[in-house]
């Protein structure tokens, strides 16, 4: 019988068994924006969201991405959203008045489940991707509602981010092999929503800075 191994409960176990550069890697860049997308389980992890983050955020927004680089057994590097405390992580969310991160999760129908305590992106976001044919509903599995202050979507300035949890059959349509990463491709629907989502974002942030006093937002 296999033997399943839980994951680490906190980066400094992790580090502790696993190599930087052989088992996970961190990419990060910096943005203008003070929004921060995150995928803390890129790589092998949940495949396919550190390039849907990373594209999201563009060159405009601050990106960071926790890679796992195994060739099998990437779960164990699955560190909680409500316990992630890589040091990098850490200090571009202090940084960040708000936060977006990605996630995959299991189920077959292609959807977004849409979760965090920022209602209004997140509903933006829902509009949107109904809007070109993707179904996305409110997360409502204790897992993947993304409302506790410390899930890593609220650690912004703001405290209230969004989190976005894909469904594994529609990562599958965003990529050509979604499991073979080094070989794999975008699908036109990858960029199309990558468009779609980022032009949300804008519009957000143009009514979020109309509606809140900027200084009284950057205390």
């Known amino acids: ?6 994951p680490y409960p906190s980066f400094a176990r992790l580090a502790q068994h696993e190599q930087n550069g052989r088992d996970y890697t961190i990419r990060h860049r910096p943005g203008s924006s003070g929004l921060l997308v995150m995928a803390p389980h890129g ?8 390039d849907m983050a990373g594209a999201l955020a563009g060159r405009r927004h601050a990106f960071y991405c926790f890679k796992g680089l195994k060739k ?6 699955h560190i909680t959203s409500n316990r992630f405390d890589e040091p990098l992580a850490m200090h571009m969310l202090q ?8 996630h995959g999760c299991r189920g077959d129908d292609p959807i977004v489940w849409i979760g965090g305590r920022d209602v209004m992106l997140g509903d933006a976001f829902a509009h949107c991707l109904e809007g070109m044919g993707i179904p996305s509903r ?17 650690r912004g300035g703001f405290s209230a981010g969004v989190q976005l949890e894909v469904s594994l059959g529609l990562r599958r349509m965003l990529f050509t092999d979604l499991f073979r990463r080094r070989i794999r491709y975008r699908t036109p629907l990858f960029y199309r929503m990558a468009h779609m989502l980022q032009s949300c974002l804008q519009e957000v942030e143009t009514r979020r800075w109309i509606c809140i006093d900027p200084p009284a937002a950057l205390r």
């Open 138 to 154: 409110r997360a409502e599995h204790a897992g993947l509602r993304g409302l506790h202050p410390d899930n890593i979507c609220n």
């Open 95 to 102: 940084e960040a008045q708000w936060v977006v991160t990605l």
């Open 72 to 77: 099998e057994g990437n779960r164990i590097l």
């Open 1 to 6: 019988m296999a033997i399943t191994v839980p």
């Open 43 to 50: 790589g092998g992890i949940e495949p396919g969201t550190g």
